[in-house]
T-cell receptor, first 112, second 117 residues
Framework: DAKTTQPNSMESNEEEPVHLPCNHSTISGTDYIHWYRQLPSQGPEYVIHGLTSNVNNRMASLAIAEDRKSSTLILHRATLRDAAVYYCILRDGSGSQGNLIFGKGTKLSVKP | GAVVSQHPSRVICKSGTSVKIECRSLDFQATTMFWYRQFPKQSLMLMAT?????????EQGVEKDKFLINHASLTLSTLTVTSAHPEDSSFYIC?????????????FGDGTRLSIL
């Protein structure tokens, strides 16, 4: 599976936007970019995913670089409940059923 | 949205006990379920992939005789930790997916914290 690189940690202020970067320079043409987050003592939660075009949903936006070698998860207004570890994961869309391989993720802290 | 229920949420038991953890997809049929393990301050590690009606596929280094997985129906998979020892203490998490939805999200349970005394 292609690898992703994320900063270990980031800080944000409440009600400000947060941009969480992810590098995936070895991404293949069939890899989807998935984002999950994990709150303390809970299972991961799906946030968003995309292939080439930018994506928006009620939780976040995903901005994908034109060469697809990087992407950014955007939380438009951070709340205290957004404090979590955010995982950027590539998932092969053409091969097997695509089990998720979790890296270390980015630990997001949100300050009131 | 799709809901996955995991039970129990916490187990504390003596060394040598076998522990069963259930993972249910409540509002969809999960042809594939995944079992993960997470040690403190570490990321999730995939243990095994389970397809309904067939034997589970275990990741390298995971003992299939120690971690028994049964996926007898489209809505239920179980993980049994046999003869658990303190080193098996961990956070166990299941997820469920619909077959051939490789581009769709996986849906995770809330995890089971297993503590072996």
């Amino acid at each position: 599976d292609a690898k992703t690189t994320q900063p270990n940690s980031m800080e944000s202020n409440e009600e400000e936007p947060v941009h969480l970067p992810c590098n995936h320079s070895t991404i293949s043409g069939t890899d989807y970019i998935h984002w999950y987050r994990q709150l303390p003592s809970q299972g991961p939660e799906y946030v968003i995913h995309g292939l080439t075009s930018n994506v928006n949903n009620r939780m976040a936006s995903l901005a994908i670089a034109e060469d697809r070698k990087s992407s950014t998860l955007i939380l438009h207004r951070a709340t205290l409940r957004d404090a979590a570890v955010y995982y950027c994961i590539l998932r092969d869309g053409s091969g097997s059923q695509g089990n998720l391989i979790f890296g270390k993720g980015t630990k997001l802290s949100v300050k009131p | 949205g799709a809901v996955v229920s995991q039970h129990p949420s916490r187990v504390i038991c003596k060394s040598g006990t076998s522990v069963k953890i259930e993972c249910r997809s409540l509002d969809f049929q999960a042809t594939t379920m995944f079992w993960y393990r997470q040690f403190p301050k570490q990321s999730l590690m995939l243990m095994a992939t389970s397809n309904e009606g067939s034997k589970a596929t275990y990741e390298q280094g995971v003992e299939k005789d120690k971690f028994l997985i049964n996926h007898a129906s489209l809505t239920l998979s179980t993980l049994t930790v046999t003869s658990a020892h303190p080193e098996d203490s961990s956070f166990y998490i299941c997820s469920a997916a619909i077959w051939d939805s490789r581009n769709q999200p996986q849906h995770f349970g809330d995890g089971t914290r297993l503590s072996i005394l």
